[in-house]
T-cell receptor, first 112, second 116 residues
Framework: GNSVTQMEGPVTLSEEAFLTINCTYT??????LFWYVQYPGEGLQLLLK?????DKGSNKGFEATYRKETTSFHLEKGSVQVSDSAVYFC???????????FGKGITLSVRP | KAGVTQTPRYLIKTRGQQVTLSCSPI?????VSWYQQTPGQGLQFLFE???????NKGNFPGRFSGRQFSNSRSEMNVSTLELGDSALYLC???????????????FGPGTRLTVL
């Protein structure tokens, strides 16, 4: 079946540091890939997505590139802010349905 | 446009009881999915409804059920509650044009269920 593997957390960074959160996937066919973010006490918000190989999703300074050869969708940001502190989930959907398969999530804490 | 709304936001029940959670999707969205979020298991897919029909179902026991109404609003029901059912239950809606994959899902704030 489909699966998503995220790097272990939590991650603590200083403000303006570079962020990379690794995500790899296993899926049949050609999945769509997503990064969702969850702020404390809230539901999930879509951060960015990519629907085919070599697509780059970007939003709010975050980027991720769909790499089919390495089955990866790593999230990056050049300079994190305190307001980026949240839980980040990598996810995929595949086939003719909307079901999302999520990674375990990683908590990011950014210190001033 | 109003977002996905879920009611109630918090719920406390005791073992053996049943519970019904409600979800109102974004106007115009006809697909509604439900997910369970727990610290141990993370986010797990429960089921998806489209045009009042269950399109997809996750690996949960039959105690978990759902339905969708003609206005796309959805409810999920959990019968004979167990301690392990304590979780955040998230509802998501999407527009669903071309068959599912790639359609953005918009999540509600969730219902926090505590089973004592």
């Amino acid at each position: 079946g489909n699966s998503v593997t995220q790097m272990e957390g939590p991650v603590t960074l200083s403000e303006e540091a570079f962020l990379t959160i690794n995500c790899t996937y296993t899926a049949t066919g050609y999945p769509s890939l997503f990064w969702y973010v969850q702020y404390p006490g809230e539901g999930l918000q879509l951060l960015l997505k990519a629907t085919k190989a070599d697509d780059k999703g970007s939003n709010k300074g975050f980027e991720a590139t769909y790499r089919k050869e390495t089955t990866s969708f790593h999230l990056e940001k050049g300079s994190v802010q305190v307001s980026d502190s949240a839980v980040y989930f990598c996810a995929l959907s595949a086939g003719a349905n909307s079901k999302l398969t999520f990674g375990k999530g990683i908590t990011l804490s950014v210190r001033p | 446009k109003a977002g996905v709304t879920q009611t109630p936001r918090y719920l406390i029940k005791t073992r053996g009881q049943q519970v019904t959670l409600s979800c109102s999707p974004i106007s115009g969205h006809r697909s509604v999915s439900w997910y369970q979020q727990t610290p141990g298991q993370g986010l797990q897919f429960l089921f998806e409804y489209f045009s009042e029909t269950q399109r997809n179902k996750g690996n949960f026991p039959g105690r978990f059920s759902g339905r969708q109404f003609s206005n796309s609003r959805s409810e999920m029901n959990v019968s004979t509650l167990e301690l392990g059912d304590s979780a955040l239950y998230l509802c998501a809606s999407s527009f669903l044009v071309v068959g599912g994959a790639g359609d953005e899902q918009f999540f509600g704030p969730g219902t926090r269920l505590t089973v004592l």
